[in-house]
């Protein structure tokens, strides 16, 4: 391989970026243009031209994708997704864009989302100087986060409007010399893991909470709304009610105090207090089951 120092392509980062333009903020566009190289990076080129690059990692140089055939590693990485269009992928890790530009090209079908988690903005820049991604960033099945909570609103905000059957995530291979991906890894998983749990609620438990709805719409309409109780406790304290053994142990602080603060209760501790003759000031519920 030989030292490469620029392997920016102008062109195709422009072209990439404007495609960007229309639902990105200007200032991480501006971010991206002006990425510089970070210290524990070196960029380098194979005798084919093919682009890859470095890490410096205490004294050693590794390289993130195989120095005689970067693209060693691709297939096996991105054969384990299931290439249907309702389906999403997180990629961790921008590289060059060897995977991600795989994905597209060679195994997902069209409309297959993906999303490219990168807390190193240079690395971006570079996969996105490196490939076309602009048909698949104006179709909105391309999308790009940085932080904990780019995460968490594009996976959320993608499942409320795509209704996503299956999630994956792919680590490219040279993260695991980096420190930084580490916590971002085991964030997706668990942002992931909500979303399934949240999916199965509304699988198993949907029509009951539709007839909840539904059943609480005449109060809904009669009473008032919850905008004329803004300011009104402005500068009282409250005492916030929750179950467990803390309950028993002080509920007759609870008591001496119910006349000196606003008393907020959890819907499961409304019987407890009750017993003791404490009239909560409301009532909170969101547990949709029967009874309730």
């Not at 995460?151 to 795509?162: C, G, P, V």
């Not at 580490?182 to 998983?189: G, N, R």
């Not at 609480?216 to 009473?223: D, R, S, T």
Request: aromatic share 10%; proline share 5%; hydrophobic share 40%.
């Amino acid at each position: 391989y030989y030292l490469c120092p620029n392997l920016i392509n102008n062109g195709l980062l422009k072209k990439n970026i404007e495609a960007l333009k229309p639902f990105t903020p200007q200032a991480f566009l501006d971010t991206i243009q002006n990425a510089k190289i970070p210290d524990w990076l070196e960029l380098i080129q194979d005798n084919k031209g093919r682009p890859n690059f470095l890490i410096n990692d205490k004294g050693k140089r590794i390289a993130a994708y195989d120095t005689e055939n970067p693209f060693a590693l691709i297939k096996d990485i991105a054969k384990t997704v299931n290439p249907y269009k309702r389906n999403l992928t997180i990629v961790l890790g921008a590289g060059v864009g060897h995977l991600v530009n795989y994905l597209f090209e060679k195994r997902v079908d069209k409309g297959h989302i993906i999303v490219l988690v990168e807390p190193e903005i240079f690395l971006i820049k570079l996969a996105l100087s490196q490939y076309d991604f602009s048909e698949h960033i104006k179709r909105r099945t391309f999308f790009l986060a940085v932080t904990k909570p780019d995460i968490s609103f594009l996976l959320n905000f993608i499942e409320a409007k795509a209704l996503i059957s299956e999630w994956y995530l792919l680590i490219e291979p040279y993260v695991q010399n980096r420190y930084e991906y580490l916590d971002l890894s085991i964030y997706t998983h668990e942002v992931i893991n909500q979303i399934r749990c949240n999916a199965g609620t509304v699988m198993s438990s949907g029509e009951r909470i539709a007839l909840n709805d539904i059943e609480c719409l005449p109060w809904v309409i009669k009473k008032r709304g919850v905008n004329e109780l803004v300011g009104l406790f402005k500068g009282k304290p409250a005492i916030l009610v929750s179950t467990g053994p803390s309950l028993a142990k002080n509920i007759h602080l609870i008591k001496e105090n119910e006349n000196r603060a606003v008393i907020i209760a959890v819907e499961q501790a409304l019987r407890p207090l009750l017993e003791y003759d404490i009239r909560p000031d409301f009532i909170c519920t969101v547990d949709f089951g029967e009874p309730n």
